[in-house]
């Protein structure tokens, strides 16, 4: 099933002054989207997966009017992406912790104890 992700524009841009309306951000998305983190109006995260089926969890980032697809290096599902002060992260299935900048992922270790 094609998934699409419609992005208030209003939410987006407000410190900006722009009127409110809806567009269609995203289109023909291969995965669930679970989280949505931004910067403002030109970018805005994705995280998501696959729920559990074996694709690779879902870290999307739309800068300048196109999506990319960040590598994860997991098959877990990304419950959530968002900032801790200046750094960004997503989180999601078994512990998965992974530092967002820009376009560079690395994963973090996370203790079990």
Do not use: H
């Amino acid at each position: 099933m094609l998934r699409s992700v419609l992005i208030p524009l209003f939410a987006l841009g407000v410190a900006a002054g722009c009127a409110s309306s809806w567009q269609a951000a995203g289109t023909d998305l291969p995965d669930e989207v679970l989280s949505i983190d931004g910067d403002g109006r030109d970018t805005l995260y994705l995280a998501g997966g696959g729920l559990g089926d074996g694709r690779p969890g879902m870290l999307q980032r739309f800068q300048s009017g196109k999506w990319q697809r960040l590598d994860t290096g997991s098959n877990d599902t990304l419950w959530w992406v968002g900032r801790a002060g200046a750094a960004r992260f997503a989180v999601g299935e078994n512990g998965t912790l992974l530092r967002v900048d820009g376009v560079q992922v690395t994963r973090q270790s996370v203790p079990t104890t």
